[in-house]
Structure formats: structure tokens, C-alpha cells
């Protein structure tokens, strides 16, 4: 039996965000919106919901990727809109995510700003929306913004990347 979970991510634009997880291999669905959790975190802000299989890529993979293609060092203006956040489904989640953070602080000069956070409500992207990149590879935004951070998995964590749909979505890549 396949075992399948989930985790979510929030940090820059949802379309940026869902397009790199979206190449991945071992994701099976993600899916696009925006997140409220508790206290002065209930607010929506853009973040994806990732159901991946951990018998073909762990949460330490997936946050390590998480942290790499966002500013996850960064507190910048628009931190309501796009709060660096990683958040959980369990008390479990909860614990390895924020060890797992611990433990990749090594691998970043500055401080790691990414929150880890109680997942409470999901409101869905606009259908027009999901998809983004892959059904819209070529736009100006793709190409400026997605585009560099999927360069950036290519570089750093190729040995997970589904390298046929990447391909087939931006073959320059």
C-alpha cells in the first residue's frame, strides 16, 4: 500500500510556489489558495497544499526545497501577503518540521524566518488561476519570477525533479 500525506507551504506567490512543487517527483497534487492559521497568523495568506508519497520524497526534502525557493531569511513588506510558513496537519508534522528547520539552518547565512504553523482553514485559487505555470510557461511573469526558482531546483535538487513535465513546460530550462 502506498502511503500518501500532506504538507503546506507559504512564502511567495502561490503560482511560484505551486509550479515548484508541481515538478517534483513523489507529488501527487497541489493545490493552489490560501491559508489561515491561529492568533496573529488566522489571517489568508497565498500558500499551497502539497500531498506528496514520503516513500519517494521525504518532508525534509520537500521543506529543504521550501526554504531554497523563497526568501525564507527575508521579512520584506509583503509578509502578510506571502508569510514564510510551513504548516502542519499533527502535533507529529509539527515537531519534525521544526527540527528539520533547526537542522538546515546551517546551510543558510542568515536567520531562517519561516514559521512553522498550524494549518486551520484553505481557501482555493480562482480554477483560472491553478495551474499557473504550466499552462502558462511562456508569460512574462513565468519566465521573470518562476522561472529562476525552478532553475534553482534544477541546480540544487535535480535528482528530484520531473524532468519531462519541466521539459515539456519550458524546454529552455
Known amino acids: 500500500m502506498v502511503t500518501k500525506t500532506k504538507i503546506a507551504f507559504g512564502?511567495?506567490?502561490?503560482?511560484?510556489?505551486?509550479?515548484?512543487?508541481?515538478?517534483?517527483?513523489?507529488?501527487?497534487?497541489?493545490?493552489?489558495?490560501?491559508?489561515a492559521s491561529t492568533n496573529e497568523d488566522n489571517t489568508f495568506?497565498?500558500?499551497v497544499i502539497v500531498h506528496f508519497n514520503p516513500e519517494e520524497i521525504s518532508l525534509e526534502t520537500l521543506i529543504e526545497i521550501h526554504l531554497h525557493t523563497h526568501k525564507s531569511t527575508s521579512q520584506?513588506?509583503?509578509?502578510?501577503k506571502y508569510r514564510s510558513a510551513v504548516y502542519v496537519f499533527s502535533k507529529e508534522q509539527?515537531?519534525?518540521a521544526t527540527q528539520i528547520i533547526k537542522s538546515?539552518?546551517?546551510?543558510?547565512h542568515q536567520k531562517?524566518?519561516?514559521q512553522v504553523l498550524d494549518f486551520v482553514e484553505f481557501k482555493a485559487s480562482d480554477e483560472r488561476l491553478i495551474n499557473y505555470y504550466y499552462s502558462n510557461a511562456k508569460k512574462p511573469f513565468?519566465?521573470?519570477f518562476i522561472n529562476p526558482k525552478l532553475k534553482t531546483l534544477l541546480a540544487n535538487f535535480s535528482k528530484h525533479v520531473n524532468r519531462?513535465?519541466?521539459n515539456h513546460a519550458s524546454p529552455s530550462l
Do not use: P, Y
Open 76 to 80: 520584506h513588506s509583503m509578509r502578510k
Open 94 to 96: 509539527k515537531l519534525d
Open 11 to 35: 512564502g511567495g506567490c502561490h503560482w511560484c510556489t505551486e509550479a515548484v512543487f508541481q515538478s517534483l517527483v513523489g507529488v501527487n497534487n497541489v493545490e493552489q489558495g490560501f491559508i
Open 142 to 144: 513565468c519566465e521573470k
Open 104 to 108: 538546515l539552518q546551517k546551510s543558510f
Open 45 to 47: 495568506s497565498e500558500a
Open 164 to 166: 519531462n513535465k519541466l
Open 112 to 114: 531562517i524566518i519561516t
